[in-house]
């Protein structure tokens, strides 16, 4: 299996994005905390969790 190598900008790119989607995420779930569609923004969090650790 060949690894992939990304560049740095992909790289940076990703974190930057990462970052931000996380910041949001969490901001948006201790907001609605009081709501049951909170649970929407703590699954989504654990998803893009995922989709960063194995992409």
């Known amino acids: 299996m060949q690894q992939k190598h990304s560049s740095v900008p992909e790289i940076v790119g990703r974190s930057l994005f990462y970052t931000l989607t996380n910041y949001l995420l ?3 779930e201790l ?3 009081a709501q049951w569609f909170s649970v929407l923004f703590s699954a989504a969090l654990v998803w893009c969790n995922m989709e960063y650790f194995t992409g």
């Open 31 to 33: 907001s609605f905390r």
């Open 26 to 28: 969490i901001s948006m």
